[in-house]
């Protein structure tokens, strides 16, 4: 008994699958209320199925990028309840869950969240796929502008490109009168099944492959925005330069704040 779970945006998921065929699945609006609404919706998914957490054998979770808040808690909700049960643990980036709910159609496919900032998170892949087992991206996961998007693909891929995810209006215009008759759009908020993210684990931990609870960690192409307390950065300093006697520089990840960096699952 497989449980998945994917709270990486405003929309979450999860799902109860067996065997390989998906008992139940519940789709929801969470909002920001990620932290508040999993683990209820958690307890209702296993009651309306008589289903005791001990029952679990599996559990999948879908790793960002996303909300840094949503992805955080699912998580942390999924290495928790491996960890307390004993049982494999599978991560998956979001932007592969949302791919494979598309990998029927023929061509290059392109999964979209938005980043913010006027950004967006993408990777492409290929389709069809015969099998969920190895699929992942044909390049890496990346935070872009639209027009960079646009005129990434334009470049590499000469043929029309579908997109799927989740997008602003804006985003979507943008990327049409860019790349013309070559992009085709699937329905915006319709791509992220918790059963899809059940597929790509089944297919993963029947390889023999898991991640440790203790390791697994969300995949961030950006990291959070957080704002130190105008009020405690002043004693924080003076604090910190009484103690060593020399002011301490704050570090900068390689490339600067908006830099890419995927983590494998």
Known sequence: MLLAL??????????????????????????RNHSAELLARLDWLLAQRGITPAR?????????????NGVRVAVAAAKSLAFALGVPLSGHPTLDVIAWGVSHVRGPICALLEAGR???YAATYAGPAPSAAGWAPTGAYAIRTPAELAALLRTAICEPVVFCGEWRPET?????????????????GGGRRASWLADLALARLARGERDA???LEPLYLRRPHITSSAKAAPRLAERDGAREGVARPTPEAPGGEGAARAIPS
């Open 213 to 215: 609870p203790e390791a």
């Open 56 to 68: 679990l054998d599996g559990i999948a979770v879908a790793s960002g990028p996303g909300s840094f």
């Open 6 to 31: 994917d709270t990486s945006t405003s929309f979450a998921s999860v799902a109860l699958v067996h065997d390989g065929r998906t008992l139940i699945e519940l789709d929801w609006e969470v909002g």
């Open 118 to 120: 006027g950004q967006v």
């Open 172 to 188: 979507g215009a943008a990327l049409a009168e860019a790349l013309g008759e070559t992009a085709r759009f699937s329905p915006v």
